[in-house]
C-alpha cells in the first residue's frame, strides 16, 4: 500500500467510525500544545457507546488535557472531537448546551461549590438546566441522587470543607449525575482514598453505570480499577492513543510503556488479585 | 439526528380516563428529565384515588421520571401496567434509596442567628489579641534564641526582605507621599488665606508630616504590601505542609519565617517613614512654591525655624513599634491558616485590617504620651 492509499484508508475508516450509531465520543485528529511543548499529536478515540473505557498513561501524557477537549474547556490546535454525532469544536456554548445537558463531570478534586451544601450543590444544575421542576421535587430529587452515590443522609446538609475526601468525591459525583447524563466523565475517582473506599467507589460507578446505562470516559492510575470495572483501556503514549482494547489485548501488544505498565510489580499483583476473584467465584 | 435525539424530543403527558370503574392514568412521551415540563405538577394536582398508571405510552425514562412516578405510586398506592422501557427496575433502584435528606442546615431564626453571631465575634476577638499576644511572646522567645546562638540568624533572608519590603516599596510610597504633601499644603493653604497666614502653610506640612502623616501612611501602604504577603506566603506554606516539614527537619518556623520578616520591617519602617516624610515636605514646598509663590529657600528656612527637632524622634520612634505589629499581625495570621485555599483569603484581609487598626490605636496612644512629655 502506498502512503497515499494508506491515508485515504484511514479516512474511510474514520469517516465510517463517525457514522456509527454505538459511539458516543469521537477524537479525530486532535493536536493539542502549550507553548513549544506538543501533548497530543493525530490522537484519534472512539468511546463506543454504554462502555466504561479507561484511559491511562504516563504522568504529563495529557490524560486530563484530553478530557478537557472533550468537555470544551480546552480548544485544541487542530483536529475533530464528536460527541454523539455533534462536533464540539469551536461551538459556541449555548449551541452545545443540548449535548451539555447530556454528560456529567467529575473532577479530580471533586470540585464542589465550596458556599453551597451537599445537596445545594446537587441542585444546582437542575436548578440553571430546568426552573420547570418545583423547589419541592428538586430537593427530593437532590435526596435521592445523594443515596444514590452511598452518601448517608447526614451528608446533605454539610458543607464540602466538612467531609472527607471519599465523600466529597461521591458528593461530587452526585453531582455529575444530576441530570441523569447519558455520559460520564470522571478524573481519578479513586485517587487519594484508601483501598477499601476506592473499592467501594469502582462498585458504586459500576452500578450506576448498570442502572442509568452510563457510558463512562474514566481517567486513572489504580491498575485494580482497570481490572474491576474497565470494559476497554485505552493507553496514552508518544502524544497519541497507542492502544485501545480490553486487558488482555493489550498485553499482546509488544509496546514497552505497556508491558511495563501491566507486568510491573504492581500490574502483577492486580492480575493476580483478580484471578484470586475468579477462583473464588468458580 | 439519531433516532435517541427525535426520541428526547417528545413531551411527556398525561391522560385520565375511567375504566371499568377504576381510575386510570396514561402517561405518555419521555419521562426524562428534559421532557417532563409540567408533568410532575399535574400529577401533584390530580385528586381522589388513583388505581393504576399506564405506561403504554411512554417510550423513554430516566431516573428523574422514575423518581416522578415513585412518589405518584407512593401517594396513591397504585400499581403500573404497560411497561416497555425497564421502568418498574429504574422506579425499584430509586425506590430503595427513597430516604429523608435535609438540603439546608437547620434553620435559626434571625435574631438568634445574629446574636450568636456578635457573641462569636466577640470570643473572637478576645481569642485573636490573646493569640496576638502570646506570638508576640514567641517572637520574643525565638529572639532571644537567636541573640544566645547567632549562628542561626539568617542573614540572608532578612536582607531578602529589605528589599522586598523597603525597596521595592519607594515608588510608591514616593509617589503618595508627594501627592499628600501637595494635598495638606493647597487644603491648609485655602484655610489659612482667610486669615492672612499662608506662612503658616509651611508650620502645617512640616509638623505634620513628621509627627504624623509620614509613618502612618508608611506604615498603611506595608501594611497593605508587606502585612497581607506576609499572611499570604506562610497561609500557603501552612496548607502545603512546609511548615510543618520544616519543624519535622528541627528548624524553628518563628527563627527561620517570622523573625527574618519582623526584622526586615521593624528596620524599613522607620527609613520608609523618614523617606516618606521628606518627599511630602518636597511636595508641599513644590505646591507653594508654584501656587502660592513662596521660594524653595523661603520654605527650607522657614522650616527649620518652626519644626523641633523633636517632631522628627516623634516620628521615628513610632515607625518601628508600627513595623511590629504589622509583621506580626501578617506572620500570626499566615500561621493560623488551618483547612482550606479560602482561608488563605480570609486571613491575609485580617491580616491587613488588624494592621492598620493596630496602628491607629497605638498612634493615638502615642500622641497622648508624647504631649505629655511635652513633646509638642
Known amino acids: 500500500m502506498t502512503p497515499e492509499e494508506a491515508m485515504s484508508a484511514e479516512e474511510e475508516r474514520v469517516e465510517k467510525a463517525l457514522e456509527r450509531d454505538d459511539v458516543a465520543i469521537s477524537v479525530r485528529n486532535l493536536r493539542n500544545s502549550f507553548g513549544d511543548q506538543v501533548v ?67 473532577f479530580q478534586g471533586g470540585a464542589l461549590f465550596s458556599t453551597l451544601t451537599v445537596a445545594e450543590n446537587v441542585e444546582v444544575p437542575i436548578r440553571e438546566y430546568y426552573p420547570n421542576i418545583g423547589p419541592k421535587l428538586r430537593d427530593e430529587i437532590a435526596a435521592y441522587k445523594i443515596r444514590m452515590t452511598g452518601l448517608p443522609a447526614e451528608a446533605g446538609p454539610k458543607y464540602p470543607a466538612e467531609l472527607s475526601g471519599g465523600m466529597k468525591k461521591r458528593a461530587g459525583l452526585a453531582r455529575a449525575l444530576a441530570l441523569d447524563p447519558d455520559l460520564l466523565f470522571l478524573d481519578e475517582p479513586t485517587a487519594g482514598l484508601d483501598p477499601i473506599g476506592a473499592a467501594a467507589f469502582d462498585d458504586q460507578t459500576r452500578k450506576l453505570q448498570k442502572t442509568l446505562g452510563l457510558t463512562v470516559f474514566l481517567i486513572t492510575h489504580d491498575l485494580d480499577t482497570l481490572y474491576s470495572i474497565c470494559d476497554r483501556v485505552a493507553v496514552l503514549a508518544d502524544r497519541k492513543v497507542t492502544a485501545v482494547g480490553t486487558i488482555d489485548e493489550l498485553l499482546a501488544t509488544d509496546h514497552p510503556w505497556i508491558q511495563e505498565y501491566f507486568n510491573g510489580p504492581r500490574g502483577r499483583a492486580a492480575t493476580a488479585a483478580v484471578a484470586r476473584e475468579k477462583d473464588k467465584r468458580r | 439526528m439519531d433516532h435517541t435525539t427525535a426520541l428526547m424530543n417528545k413531551a411527556a403527558d398525561l391522560a385520565q380516563e375511567v375504566r371499568d370503574g377504576e381510575t386510570v392514568i396514561r402517561l405518555s412521551g419521555n419521562m426524562s428529565i428534559a421532557c417532563l415540563n409540567h408533568l410532575p405538577d399535574r400529577l401533584d394536582a390530580i385528586e381522589g384515588p388513583v388505581d393504576t398508571i399506564d405506561l403504554s405510552g411512554v417510550e423513554h425514562m430516566d431516573t428523574i421520571g422514575a423518581w416522578v412516578l415513585h412518589r405518584t405510586i407512593k401517594r ?65 522567645v525565638a529572639t532571644w534564641n537567636v541573640i544566645r546562638h547567632p549562628s542561626r540568624f539568617r542573614i540572608n533572608a532578612v536582607v531578602q526582605r529589605f528589599e522586598v519590603v523597603g525597596v521595592s516599596a519607594l515608588g510608591i510610597i514616593g509617589l503618595m507621599s508627594f501627592l499628600i504633601g501637595i494635598v495638606i499644603a493647597q487644603q491648609g493653604s485655602v484655610q489659612l488665606r482667610q486669615f492672612g497666614m499662608e506662612m503658616l502653610t509651611i508650620n502645617l ?57 519582623t526584622l526586615a520591617v521593624v528596620v524599613m519602617m522607620p527609613l520608609l517613614g523618614f523617606y516618606s516624610s ?66 488563605v483569603g480570609l486571613r491575609t484581609t485580617s491580616a491587613v485590617v488588624q494592621a492598620i487598626f493596630l496602628v491607629i490605636v497605638l498612634d493615638a496612644f502615642f500622641a497622648v504620651f508624647f504631649t505629655w512629655v511635652g513633646w509638642n
Not at chain 1, 479507561?54 to 487542530?78: A, F, N
Not at chain 2, 411497561?83 to 425499584?92: G, P, Q, S, T, W
Not at chain 2, 508587606?226 to 496548607?239: D, P, R, V, Y
Open chain 2, 76 to 140: 396513591w398506592n397504585c400499581k403500573i401496567t404497560g411497561d416497555k422501557c425497564d421502568a418498574e427496575r429504574l422506579i425499584a433502584a430509586v425506590g430503595r434509596v427513597d430516604e429523608p435528606v435535609n438540603i439546608r442546615p437547620d434553620y435559626v431564626p434571625p435574631w438568634q442567628r445574629v446574636v450568636g453571631q456578635i457573641g462569636e465575634a466577640v470570643v473572637n476577638a478576645g481569642s485573636t489579641m490573646l493569640g496576638l499576644l502570646g506570638f508576640f511572646g514567641g517572637t520574643l
Open chain 2, 205 to 261: 506640612v512640616g509638623r505634620l508630616t513628621f509627627r504624623e502623616l509620614g509613618v502612618l501612611m508608611t506604615a498603611i501602604m506595608v501594611a497593605g504590601r508587606s502585612g497581607s504577603a506576609f499572611a499570604a506566603q506562610l497561609g500557603t506554606m501552612k496548607l502545603t505542609e512546609e511548615v510543618d516539614a520544616m519543624r519535622t527537619i528541627g528548624v524553628s518556623p518563628m527563627e527561620a519565617l517570622v523573625l527574618p520578616r
Open chain 1, 40 to 106: 497530543h499529536e493525530g490522537l484519534n478515540l472512539d468511546v463506543r457507546k454504554g462502555e466504561i473505557l479507561g484511559v491511562v498513561g504516563g504522568s504529563g501524557t495529557g490524560k486530563s488535557v484530553l478530557m478537557r477537549s472533550i468537555i470544551g474547556l480546552q480548544t485544541p490546535d487542530e483536529g475533530e472531537v464528536h460527541v454523539f454525532g455533534e462536533s464540539m469544536i469551536g461551538r459556541l456554548d449555548d449551541e452545545a448546551l443540548a449535548i451539555r445537558k447530556r454528560w456529567g463531570v467529575l
Open chain 2, 278 to 343: 521628606i518627599v511630602a515636605i518636597v511636595g508641599g514646598g513644590f505646591l507653594c512654591a508654584v501656587s502660592l509663590d513662596i521660594p524653595p529657600i523661603t520654605f527650607v528656612q522657614r522650616l527649620r525655624e518652626v519644626v523641633p527637632i523633636h517632631d522628627l524622634w516623634v516620628g521615628l520612634i513610632k515607625a518601628p513599634v508600627f513595623g511590629v505589629i504589622i509583621a506580626l499581625a501578617g506572620c500570626f495570621q499566615g500561621m493560623q491558616v488551618k483547612a482550606n485555599a479560602e482561608e
